[in-house]
């Protein structure tokens, strides 16, 4: 497998596509695009494959998006990318990571488990669908050695 890579506002058709496949509300480039020139906004991507959309304030930052096409899935790139994305966090001195997750969602949840993420809080009726969300968070100087994938 190629190693995820930095994707630009350049790329926001391509994250698009990824999106509607992964999705049943794609997000259109437009707005991805403008997301990724938004203050404290990144993403890594397998090109064509998956892709992660992260955003930092200060010394948190909160995974806003991450998606794998379905031909694509369970191969390890999701973890390896939020894996990536985590150690550049740390790096540029985020120290928590929070993301909110569908209640229904088990293959997401099981991923974020995985990765040693904990549920901190449950939003009832978060979704458009009216399923509820978990707040999930990692603590990323716990996490480096023991839960994220290098
Ligand atoms: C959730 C999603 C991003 C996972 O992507 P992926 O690239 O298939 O995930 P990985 O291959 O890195 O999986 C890593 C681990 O997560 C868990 N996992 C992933 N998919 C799973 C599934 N369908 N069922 C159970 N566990 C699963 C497993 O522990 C897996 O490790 P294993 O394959 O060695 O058992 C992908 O299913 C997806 O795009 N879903 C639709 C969009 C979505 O829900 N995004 C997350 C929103 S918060």
Redesign the pocket.
């Known amino acids: 497998m190629t190693g995820p890579v930095a994707a630009t506002a350049a790329d926001a058709s391509a994250l698009a596509a990824i999106h509607a496949g992964?999705?049943p509300q794609g997000w259109g480039a437009a707005d991805i695009a403008a997301l990724l020139l938004s203050p404290g906004c990144c993403a890594r991507w397998v090109p064509g494959q998956?892709f992660i959309l992260v955003r930092a304030v200060l010394d948190e930052a909160e995974?806003i998006?991450?998606?794998?096409?379905p031909a694509?899935?369970?191969?390890?790139?999701?973890?390896?990318l939020v894996g990536q994305a985590g150690a550049l966090c740390l790096a540029q001195g985020v120290t928590v990571l929070h993301?909110?997750?569908?209640a229904g969602?088990?293959?997401?949840q099981?991923?974020?488990a995985?990765l040693g993420f904990v549920r901190v809080g449950r939003r009832p009726g978060y979704y458009a669908d009216g399923s509820d969300a978990w707040l999930l968070r990692l603590n990323l100087c716990a996490a480096a050695d023991v839960h994220l994938p290098g």
């Open positions: 992964a999705f998956a995974i998006t991450l998606a794998t096409v694509r899935r369970r191969q390890g790139l999701a973890q390896a993301l909110e997750v569908a969602n088990v293959p997401a099981a991923l974020y995985g």
